[in-house]
T-cell receptor, first 109, second 114 residues
Framework: GQNIDQPTEMTATEGAIVQINCTYQ??????LFWYQQHAGEAPTFLSY??LDGLEEKGRFSSFLSRSKGYSYLLLKELQMKDSASYLC??????????WGAGTKLIIKP | IAGITQAPTSQILAAGRRMTLRCTQD?????MYWYRQDLGLGLRLIHY???????GKGEVPDGYSVSRANTDDFPLTLASAVPSQTSVYFC?????????????FGPGTRLTVL
C-alpha cells in the first residue's frame, strides 16, 4: 500500500529552527510537495522537490532523498504565524497526490 | 472572483438527503479535484478531472459523483448522505493533472450529516 508518515505534533520556540520529517512508500514517484494549513483554512503550497537535494525559499527549505524515501521541511527564524499544520504529499505513478496526515507545529514565545 | 470558490461554506444535512457541493475556479486550470479531510487522516482524493468532459475516481469515490461540463465548474454530489460523509471537503485545481504543478485549494465546505 501507499503510505506517508510524518510526526503528529511538534513544538518549537519563536526564533528557533525546526525540521519536520516525512517518509514515504508509494507506487511510483513524480515529486513531493509541502503545504501549510492554518487551522480552519485551506492548504497553501510551500515547496516542490523532484530531484535529490535541498530547495531553499526564504525561511523555508525542503530536502529530498529519493533513495531513502525521505524528505524534510526546515523552517528557520520561526515566527508565531508559522503555527500551523504542515502537510507532506507525494505524486504517485498515476500523478495523484498521496497525503500525509500532517504535522501540527506549535510555536511558543 | 480570483482563485477557487466553494459553496456552501458549511451545511448540516439529514441522512438520506441529496446534496451538491459547488466549486468554481477562474484560473482556467485544466485539472480539478475533490478531497475530504478528516481529523487524523491525510487529505483523501474523492474524484478528479484532468480536463473538461472527463472525470476519474480517486481513493474514496463511493457515495459521491462529479461532473465537468466546462473548465470552470466541478460540482460534487452526494446522492444519499450518510453520517460517515461528515467531513471538510476541499476543491482544488492545477494547471495540468500530469505535470509538476501545485494544486490550489478552495476555502472548503464543512459538512455535517446527522
Amino acid at each position: 500500500g501507499q503510505n506517508i508518515d510524518q510526526p503528529t505534533e511538534m513544538t518549537a520556540t519563536e526564533g528557533a529552527i525546526v525540521q519536520i520529517n516525512c517518509t514515504y512508500q508509494t507506487s511510483g514517484f513524480n515529486g513531493l510537495f509541502w503545504y501549510q494549513q492554518h487551522a480552519g483554512e485551506a492548504p497553501t503550497f510551500l515547496s516542490y522537490n523532484v530531484l535529490d537535494g535541498l530547495e531553499e525559499k526564504g525561511r523555508f527549505s525542503s530536502f529530498l532523498s529519493r533513495s531513502k524515501g525521505y524528505s524534510y521541511l526546515l523552517l528557520k527564524e520561526l515566527q508565531m504565524k508559522d503555527s500551523a499544520s504542515y502537510l507532506c504529499a507525494v505524486r504517485d505513478s498515476n500523478y495523484q497526490l498521496i497525503w500525509g496526515a500532517g504535522t501540527k507545529l506549535i510555536i511558543k514565545p | 472572483i480570483a482563485g477557487i470558490t466553494q459553496a456552501p461554506t458549511s451545511q448540516i444535512l439529514a441522512a438520506g438527503r441529496r446534496m451538491t457541493l459547488r466549486c468554481t475556479q477562474d484560473m482556467r486550470h485544466n485539472a480539478m479535484y475533490w478531497y475530504r479531510q478528516d481529523l487524523g487522516l491525510g487529505l483523501r482524493l474523492i474524484h478528479y478531472s484532468n480536463t473538461a468532459g472527463t472525470t476519474g475516481k480517486g481513493e474514496v469515490p463511493d457515495g459521491y459523483s462529479v461532473s465537468r461540463a466546462n473548465t470552470d465548474d466541478f460540482p460534487l454530489t452526494l446522492a444519499s448522505a450518510v453520517p460517515s460523509q461528515t467531513s471538510v471537503y476541499f476543491c482544488a485545481s492545477s494547471v495540468s493533472g500530469t505535470s509538476a504543478n501545485e494544486q490550489f485549494f478552495g476555502p472548503g465546505t464543512r459538512l455535517t450529516v446527522l
